[in-house]
Each structure stands twice: as C-alpha cells, then as structure tokens.
C-alpha cells in the first residue's frame, strides 16, 4: 500500500493526494500553515493553562479532576499535575472493558503518587447492548469514530458530574493533540458543549432500544438549576510541548508503569477498540487510527520509526486476531455479533449532539 514518505499515511485514506515527491496533500498543507500563529496559539493556551491550574488550587478538597484511562498520556499527566504543580488531584475512571495493563498502570502510578481514587463501575449489561447497537448502525464514518464519539462523552459526563459533586471547578483530561476530533475539542470543550448541550446521541433516542433512565448517563446541563456553574475541562497536552515517545520513556523512567510495554498505547489499548479497528480495515482498507498517528509524526510529536514498525504489525495482528488481535475475536462473542454484522448504516452526524436554544 502506497504511504506518505513523511506521514506514512495511507493511500486509502479519501480526498489524500500525493506530489511527485511522495509526500501527501496533508503535509504539504500542514508545512504552510505550522508557521501561521502555531506558536501564538500555543502561547496563549499556555497562558490560560497556568492561570486556570493557579485559580482552582486551594479551593476544596480538591484542586482539579483528572480523568485516567491507564494510557501513557493520563498516567504521566497525573505525575505533572501533582509532582510539578503541586496540586491536590483526584483521579476518576469510569471502569468499563479497561485491560489489565490499563489497571496494572492505574494502580501502580497512583500508588507512586498517593492520589485519591473514584472508581465507577457502572453495569455492564447498558455498554453492551450500546456497543451491539453502534457497530450494526456505524455512521458513515466508521466503527472507532461511532463507537469513540458516543463511549468517549459517556464517561466524559461521568468525570463532569464526579467534578460537580465533589466541588471541583476544573477536570484535566489527558487527551494528546489530534484527541479527540478538533470539531469537538481544540484545547477545551466549548462552553456552549458545557453548558447548554444535551449530550445524549438523538439517534439512540429514536431507535427506542434504551429506556429513558439509561439515556440519562448522558451528560445534560439541563438537568441541573438555572445558574448552576459548570466545571471547565481542558487538555494540557494541546498547551504544552508533547512527544509521545519521550511521554512513554518518562513513566518507565518514574516507575508510573512496571515496563515498556505497559507504557505502549498498543498494550493498554481497549479490548474493544481492536474490534473496531478490524471493522474499519474490513470496511475502509486503512486502521483509522493512522490519522491520529500520521498527525503527531508530521508536527514531530511522534516517533515515525515507531509506527512505521507497530502499523502493520498492529494490523496483521487484527486482521487475523492473532496475539493481541484476539481481542477482536473475544470482543465479537462478548456483543453477540459475527463480521458480518458489522456495517455502517447511518448518515454523518447521526449521533452528534445538538446544542440547546
């Protein structure tokens, strides 16, 4: 398969071009636009970052709410934010199809660190009949945007309404740039996402498969009294420098994580995310993901060697759910569902949020 020279991304990918150097349209578009207020962009994130952490410390039991999935990036956050900032920090997960390496790390770096922990653990019987549904009914943009852009907000919310409770006034997610798609967040979620949208996918309340109190695990602003004041919810790793190599070196290094491999993002992935990435490789021909990666190689953030190695070791393992590929397989059995099944079935946009008037 043909791939950027500079990138690797994908020939497959739509609307990609490629010049009579090898290099894709989305670098070439990127090297004019880096130098257009990149740095100014930053700079004032920066700035907004430092004034935030400073005005929330001191103001409860808790300074800020960091979400932590296991992954590198959430892990070495909490080591930034307590360590390097001093601040009282409560970590949140919500504990659905995390892998053991995933909860080896959690374990291990909050034992290092000696932070508070809320662990919730919802039933699992609502995730599975959600998942079963999204994968038979894929938007048009596949399986991980579907499944990631209604899963991702579910437990977005739960970390906002734990935030809410426990009078925090800022959660601190450890998103890496490209995460999550820049139309929901570039650096902050917009406070019109905050507070005045309902975050409850309309699609899922027209297909009457779910009741009205599980829909309720959305996040809806409108739930709560006039005048109520929502946290802000920010991504440090879109202000700061970032590189995801040195991130995965730095948690070895700190002994946040027992190995290397639990710093891989391959190792702590989510079992069910193989399964997705096998439905849009069968459906679309390229691992979706490569976009994310193909963007941190261009701005230098990651490391190309590294993904010119794991991708198509990453994609032979799930096409024939072998090693950690099998999770594609175990996945399939969990949701009751074949290959076959899985088809993209909706329009763009069925499962957006609408925003409030």
């Not at 636009?33 to 004034?51: G, P, S, Y």
């Not at 949208?197 to 829909?215: A, G, I, Q, Y």
């Not at 040195?246 to 079992?271: D, E, F, Q």
Request: proline share 6%; net charge positive; aromatic share 12%.
């Amino acid at each position: 398969m043909k791939k950027c020279k500079r990138c690797l991304l994908p020939a497959t990918v739509p609307e990609v071009e490629f010049d009579t150097k090898g290099i894709c349209s989305f670098c070439n578009e990127y090297k004019e636009a880096e130098t257009a207020n990149t740095e100014l962009v930053l700079k004032k994130r920066r700035a907004d970052l430092e004034k935030a952490i400073n005005d929330c410390k001191g103001k409860g039991e808790y300074d800020c709410l960091v979400p932590v999935s296991g992954g590198k990036d959430s892990i070495y956050l909490l080591y930034k934010l307590k360590v390097e900032y001093g601040l009282k920090v409560l970590a949140f997960t919500t504990n659905i199809n995390i892998p053991r390496v995933a909860q080896q790390n959690i374990q291990q770096a909050l034992k290092e660190l000696n932070i508070d922990h809320i662990s919730y653990n919802p039933s699992g019987d609502f995730y599975k009949r959600l998942f079963r549904y999204l994968l038979q009914n894929q938007e048009e943009r596949g399986a991980v945007y579907t499944l990631s852009y209604v899963y991702a907000p579910l437990f977005e919310g739960d970390a906002i309404k734990t935030a809410m409770e426990k009078g925090i006034t800022l959660v601190l997610a450890g998103y890496s740039p490209g995460q999550p798609e820049p139309e929901r967040m570039l650096y902050e979620f917009s406070r019109d996402l905050i507070c005045k949208t309902d975050w409850t996918p309309p699609e899922l309340r027209k297909c009457n498969l779910f009741t009205d109190s599980e829909l309720s695990r959305f996040f809806n602003p409108n739930d709560y009294p006039q005048n109520t004041v929502f946290p802000r919810y920010l991504a440090p790793y879109h202000a700061w420098d970032y590189n995801q190599h040195a991130v995965m070196n730095k948690i070895v290094n700190l002994k946040l994580v027992h190995s290397k491999k639990h710093a891989s993002p391959i190792h702590s992935n989510y079992p069910i995310n193989w399964l997705l990435m096998y439905s849009d490789l069968k459906n679309f021909g390229y691992n979706p993901y490569q976009l994310e990666f193909s963007e941190l190689i261009r701005s230098g953030k990651a490391s190309r060697l590294y993904w010119q190695v794991m991708t198509p070791i990453v994609n032979f393992m799930t096409r024939r759910m072998l090693f950690l590929g099998r999770n594609v397989a175990k996945s399939l059995h969990w949701l009751e569902l074949t290959p076959e099944e899985l088809k993209i079935t909706r329009p763009k946009g069925a499962y957006d949020p609408v925003i409030s008037t």
